[in-house]
């Protein structure tokens, strides 16, 4: 039988992360803080029924939801992106620099179509979102991770990796990071665009969960500060308007914009039409507004919820992450844990039952790193549970010690 | 500034085909025989309304539309692909065989991902389907043209060029081929599994024609007559369905389609869900059989219009295909007429406002083949519309001889 190609062997690790994030998702005994979704009780069901109704029956508007559409995306959903999601933080821009994907994870994978060719250097987080791992390794791509913080990025390792390595791209999660909830401070920001610039490197700016913030002050995204348009802006509506819609966006100067949806055409033509048009009537008809305050405050509870259990629950030693928004903890807990190994008894044990995503897919330096570390993501599960799965995975924790001798090489 | 991609070079020409093809399709002044759009007047806006209604309201399936969901589609409509699509056409298969895509044209990009690395060789139709050149130029694959006639791919052609170029994959298009309308006979069918099999080569038959078919009996797909995995079937909702919803599937062995699904998850993560539940219940509920008879009534009398007005209008000496079904003609000009010279004219000038696609973007021999020939589409033009715009397409060509001194070198 015709043999797979290369890509397909580079990917398989990452893709057996992703396979069993999502397999811990779907089981209904499991419960799941591995998954990146939002929780069930804001999913705007009521309104987009309503809205829904509305647009099927409107004149035109039921045709145009089934028919072909433009690569760029339905012309609303994108004045949308502009006025309402991109313009008000700092960042110029017409309808012709926003495109509409079918998910925020197109973007890296158009990206990387665009850019990519076997062997580029692509500088990443470390730790980085895993999900994207795993498209740069179908792009064969080498990611070689700069040092980060509790600030994010340190600009002086990016720098100088940029240097020594001479990139392709530069990937970076800005806020609320993935897997961490770290946010890129200020100085940094601007640094990041000013580089991007002065080495012209195209950097993907990936900015999923800046909206769902509960303290601290909203930072414009990199983005705001290129000048040159070295930066390429990636967001998605799955967090703040529905995950199943499979909706994102991104925003570029027009040479990288028209390469994009080339490579989008050749994807999947365009994304869905139907989806699109129920979220752009969702926020032109003003409903974003309440239901954003509903999102904050939900996940506000969680976040703090999930703070609290592990102070309460995990063993002397662990670290973790103080998230300002977003999705994600990032706990670093004493060196002799191995969340790899443990993560088949925390989903299958009865008596735990619970899935978070281990640590060490995250790290492309590979070498066993964050192989003590473990994401746990707060927004699917409801205050009530986050606390039982916490207690329940920290009671498994604190016997780990005595049960096994594997020791992680430093 | 980065460089692009070296594949972002090599489909330069197909993409600029595709944009073409769109934007005029997107042009209300122009009669368009160019996109491959069914009627709008059987888009089942109506149904789709009930149908979401309905969904949206039921406990449970609301929230299920709005959130992440599995990579290979939404169960129910896998369900109704294997027993409402598949099975009945002769092939074996569970739904573990079956996975939703987004969209036809993403089977060409997902069977690229998983078997195609740069230089491979891929044997495609002459003509073929101009949008996955686009796919397989951005893949970096060589596509080798195999003679094709009036009973599709010539298969003493394909057995010799299996031997001469040891292909990755094989492309066929076997029923009302895109662009020329034609069928693959049953003896050729059952060779080119046979082939597939012998030569251990995979072989992609993309299929989305074969329920619009208006006259003739009707053919078991490739898929049917294997019985190694060799052959992966692709077809699409877009002509049966909506082409807005994005909705496609293809069927695969086991080893196959899992690598699919990881190469799905790492471009999109999933198809959206809301179109995937409403095209699962037009099908449960009982839609398909009355939409179904609807859709080839009023394509048969578009394609008897589209026949007629190339023999009535087209110049002396015009050679033309005769589907039994599916949405394309493709007609062979006197030589000294350059189809991609005249479309400039033919679209823009005020007397004329007609689209079609030129010939020569569907032939990867190069060379100019097929530059005096053009591909029309019926499917989204009104009978009164396609006399309209083929009398003045006809008018045009007329004129042409004796304006341009232009002859194809043969």
């Known amino acids: 039988m015709s043999k797979f190609a290369k890509r397909m062997h580079s990917m ?38 309503e809205l829904t109704q509305d647009i099927m029956q409107r004149e035109g508007r039921g045709v145009e939801a089934l028919s072909y559409g433009p690569v760029m995306g339905v012309k609303d959903l994108r004045e949308v992106v502009v006025s ?19 998910g925020g994870l197109e973007a890296m994978n158009l990206m990387c179509q665009v850019f990519i060719d ?5 500088l990443v987080e470390s730790p980085t979102f895993v999900h994207s791992i795993e498209i740069f390794d179908m792009f064969q791509a080498r990611c070689i991770a700069v040092e980060t913080d509790e600030n994010g990025m340190n600009m002086e390792d990016l720098e100088a990796k940029i240097k020594k390595y001479n990139p392709k791209m530069m990937y970076l999660i800005p806020t609320f990071q993935n897997p961490t909830g770290i946010t890129l401070s200020l100085d940094r920001r601007k640094k990041a665009a000013q580089l991007a610039s002065e080495y012209d490197i195209v950097l993907l700016e990936d900015d999923p969960y800046r909206d769902i913030r509960y303290n601290g002050v909203e930072l414009p995204p990199v983005k705001a500060f290129d000048t040159t348009g070295h930066v390429v802006m990636a967001n998605s509506f799955s967090k703040i308007f529905s995950p199943g819609s499979r909706l994102g966006y991104l925003v570029a100067n027009e040479r990288i914009i028209n390469k994009l949806a080339d490579a989008k055409s050749a994807t999947n033509s365009h994304t869905s039409i139907l989806p699109q048009i129920i979220c752009a009537e969702f926020f032109k008809k003003g409903h974003y507004q309440e239901h954003h305050r509903n999102l904050c405050a939900v996940h506000r509870i969680r976040r703090d919820t999930m703070l609290d259990a592990i102070d309460r629950y995990f063993p002397e030693g662990t670290r973790r992450t103080q998230p300002d ?11 002799n844990i191995n969340t790899t190994e443990l993560l088949v008894e925390a989903t299958t044990n009865p008596e735990v039952k619970v899935a978070y995503v281990a640590g060490e897919g995250f790290f492309t330096e590979g070498g066993g790193k964050g192989r003590n570390c473990m994401r746990l993501s707060f927004g699917a599960v409801p205050p009530e549970k986050i606390r039982e799965g916490m207690a329940k995975l920290g009671k498994l924790l604190q016997t780990y010690e005595s049960r096994y001798s594997f020791t992680v090489s430093s």
Chains 1, 2 share one sequence.
């Not at 076997?118 to 692509?122: A, K, N, R, S, V």
């Not at 928004?325 to 670093?332: D, K, N, P, Q, S």
């Open 12 to 49: 398989e690790k990452s893709a057996a992360v992703i396979r069993n994030l999502f397999g811990a998702m779907n089981d209904p005994e499991v419960i799941s803080f591995s998954g990146g979704a939002i929780a069930q009780e804001c999913l705007p069901v009521e309104i987009i029924h």
């Open 325 to 335: 928004g977003g999705l994600f903890t990032w706990a670093e807990l004493p060196k």
């Open 84 to 102: 309402d999601l991109v313009r008000p933080k700092g960042v110029k821009l017409s309808v012709d620099n926003a495109m509409i994907l079918s």
């Open 118 to 122: 076997p062997g580029d250097i692509i």
